[in-house]
């Protein structure tokens, strides 16, 4: 490419198997161990697979492959029973896959891909299909990876791995170097997606990232009853949202408080509390009572 051929070019858009969420491409989704990755993915694949809608988001139809690599089918059933999959779903579900360090590998992709029509492949996890391969070796990830990368770019296909978090306490620091492995498995991915979760608890916040996907952190919910993840919205808005209820809360206990014993009463910094107060004033919801020093606040009467 010359200057200016490069500045004339016309390039399609995007190719997304979710919209403005998850592209086509090499995808990784990383999170620890035992905290819903393997739902979330095979969420996404039964999406897909009957063009349904996931996080919330209508998705369209496309045949898919999951391999499975720690699961056995009778877990499988179970757990697509669970979710509710219907027969008619285009997913193909496999518990074997040849080493991704192979040729095999690659040729088996493609297969699914020319005789198949697979557009979504899941492969869960990288631990399991990597073999014997250290994580650690940046030069054979790399080759590895890269190769996967292409393969998938090239095909307008996109290639999931499921895979671990390097730290056992790892609280969404960074969302690359929380994965565990060599760089260059993220160097070469088009997208990161990561999943934190406290131990025992049900939300937790999705994190992802990309090269032509914008940085977002989502706030989800895992349903034990039907084994989905829900989507809260924008996690920096849904905290925002339990701060203002908290102070609200606060305030029919307290009736009057000023804003250092409403951050007190919450367990908040007097400053933040300040800023949520100002909102909910805005929002009519709560009131300054005039002439009061320090300032009081009340709830707003309806």
């Known amino acids: 490419w010359t200057a200016a051929e490069l500045l004339a070019a016309e390039f399609p858009d995007p190719v997304w198997l979710v919209p403005d969420l998850i592209p086509t491409g090499l995808i990784v989704l990383a999170g620890r161990p035992k905290l819903g990755k393997s739902w979330m993915g095979l969420q996404l694949a039964i999406a897909v697979a009957t063009g349904g809608r996931f996080l ?175 989507l809260l919205g924008d996690r920096e808005e849904v905290l925002q949202g339990e701060q203002q209820q908290a102070i609200v809360n606060s305030l029919k206990m307290l009736v009057a408080a000023t804003a250092r014993e409403i951050a007190e009463a919450t367990g908040a910094q007097t400053n933040h509390c300040y800023e949520r107060l100002t909102a909910l004033v805005e929002r009519g919801v709560v009131k300054v009572i005039e002439g009061t020093s320090p300032t009081r606040f009340t709830l707003a009467k309806k």
């Open 56 to 230: 919330d988001v209508q998705v369209e139809q496309r045949p898919v492959a999951y391999v499975a690599l720690e699961d056995t089918p009778r877990r499988l059933q179970n757990r697509t029973k669970k979710m509710q999959m219907p027969a008619s779903a285009k997913l193909h579900l496999v518990t074997a896959f040849p080493g991704l360090e192979t040729p095999d590998a690659l040729a088996t992709l493609e297969r699914w891909r020319r005789d198949a029509g697979v557009r979504l492949i899941i492969i869960d996890t990288l631990t399991r299909a990597l073999g014997a391969v250290d994580q650690n070796d940046n030069v054979t990830i790399g080759v590895i990876v890269a190769q996967l990368q292409r393969w998938a770019v090239s095909n307008d296909v996109c290639l999931l791995i499921v895979d671990h978090h390097r730290k056992a306490n790892a609280q969404a620091d960074d969302l690359v170097s929380d994965i565990m492995g060599a760089t260059s498995k993220t160097g070469a991915a088009d997208a990161l997606m990561g999943l934190y979760k406290q131990r025992g608890q049900t939300d937790a916040t999705l994190k992802t990232t990309g090269r032509d996907i914008e940085e977002r952190e989502l706030a989800v919910k895992f349903d034990q009853v039907t084994g989905c993840w829900q």
